[in-house]
């Protein structure tokens, strides 16, 4: 199976204020990591990558990777996977979106360091919604 993303294009509502998106069309990956195409639906909200200003220099939020924040978004959201399998995806969706390697392993290592914290408040919030 190929991996890719099925669309070249994703709408974004964007507000004028605030760093949260929303997504305004669907995307679709085949990730050969869970060997499975994941949906991102309509009206996921993203921040696009969990980057601090200062390193946005670096490691743009709506360049190559976009796509790729976008579906690791929704998948912390979810819980579809565990958290290391999503940033395996991730990795997978980097990968094939062109990034450098060098920047794929510095986003894996700030996901190491600090992607628990937004993982773990999705599940908490799932389950005080339960």
Not at 20 to 28: G, L, V
Not at 41 to 55: A, E, K, Y
Not at 94 to 108: A, D, E, F, K, N
């Amino acid at each position: 199976m190929d991996v890719r993303f099925s669309e070249n294009n994703v709408l974004l509502l964007v507000p004028l204020t605030g760093d949260i998106r929303i997504t305004m069309s669907e995307i679709t990956f085949y990730s050969e990591v869970v060997k499975q195409y994941i949906k991102v639906p309509v009206g996921t909200r993203t921040d696009l990558g969990s980057i601090p200003q200062f390193l946005q220099g670096v490691f743009p939020k709506d360049g190559k990777a976009m796509f790729g924040y976008i579906l690791h978004d929704y998948l912390y959201q979810t819980g579809m996977f565990d958290r290391n399998t999503c940033d395996d995806i991730l990795k997978e969706a980097m990968t094939v979106l062109g990034v450098v390697y060098w920047r794929i392993l510095s986003v894996r290592s700030g996901l190491k360091l600090g992607g628990w914290k937004a993982y773990n408040d999705y599940r908490e919030k799932e389950n005080k919604d339960d």
